[in-house]
């Protein structure tokens, strides 16, 4: 079974903190991806990445930067933590690439985020 | 700009029933469709996946079916149970390019299975 670990489940941090959020993934996946999920609003997109090193922005990228250094991880960033970046966080990864275009998509158990 | 719509939002039904989860997005040039399980405070477990030249995907007690032309999904659940009860999310991707390969996501149906 594919896996999609985040690293952590509850995460409490203050205003103006410099905040990472970790995503791994164990399938080799090409694409990985990280939303927001807000109540009423759904999940946004916040970026993407297709392979290592590259990245695109998504629906709303302000406030947010990631890193693709390695295939397997990809990293959310909150440059400058603030409260109304309190949400829940989805990593999420699929096959991608031309081989796997079109294929499922799997998350991971989300990071309740809360900036205080 | 791709739009996803699932209604209802909230179902609250007695055990055993057969259900219909209703899916619409507005443009009908996707590549595929996604129905997800979201547990409260939990992460989005996948359920089935609809490629676009197909009509209906099961497994189990699901069935998802698929029209591109009208716009629409229907995941139906058949004889309910108290661990049904979840959010359900589905999803479409629109783009067959491997760099712009994303989910486009509904507001989701909460659903409510009670004994």
């Known amino acids: 079974d594919v896996k999609v670990t985040q690293s952590s489940r509850y995460l409490v941090k203050r205003t103006g903190e410099k905040v990472f959020l970790e995503c791994v993934q164990d399938m080799d996946h090409e694409n990985m991806f990280w939303y927001r999920q807000d109540p009423g609003l759904g999940l946004r997109l916040i970026y993407f990445?297709?392979?290592?090193?590259?990245?695109e922005k998504g629906d709303i990228p302000e406030g947010y930067s990631v890193s693709r250094e390695k295939k397997e991880r990809f990293s959310l960033i909150l440059e400058s933590a603030s409260t109304n970046q309190t949400s829940m966080y989805l990593c999420a990864s699929s096959p991608g690439g031309t081989g796997g275009l079109g294929s499922e998509a799997f998350f991971g158990q989300g990071t309740r985020l809360t900036v205080v | 700009k791709q739009e996803v719509t699932q209604i209802p939002a909230a179902l609250s039904v007695p055990e055993g029933e057969n259900l219909v989860l209703n899916c619409s997005f507005t443009?009908?040039?996707?590549?595929?469709l996604q129905w997800f399980r979201q547990d409260p405070g939990k992460g989005l477990t996948s359920l089935l996946l609809?490629?676009?030249?197909?009509r209906e995907q099961t497994s189990g007690r699901l069935n998802a079916s698929l029209d591109k032309s009208s716009g629409r999904s229907t995941l139906y659940i058949a004889a309910s149970q108290p661990g049904d009860s979840a959010t359900y999310l589905c999803?479409?991707?629109?783009?067959?390019?491997?760099?712009?390969?994303?989910?486009?996501f509904g507001t989701g149906t909460r659903l409510q299975v009670f004994p």
């Open positions: 999803a479409v991707r629109r783009s067959q390019e491997y760099n712009t390969d994303k989910l486009i």
């Open positions: 609809i490629q676009s030249s197909q």
């Open positions: 990445s297709y392979d290592v090193k590259m990245k």
């Open positions: 443009d009908s040039a996707i590549y595929n």
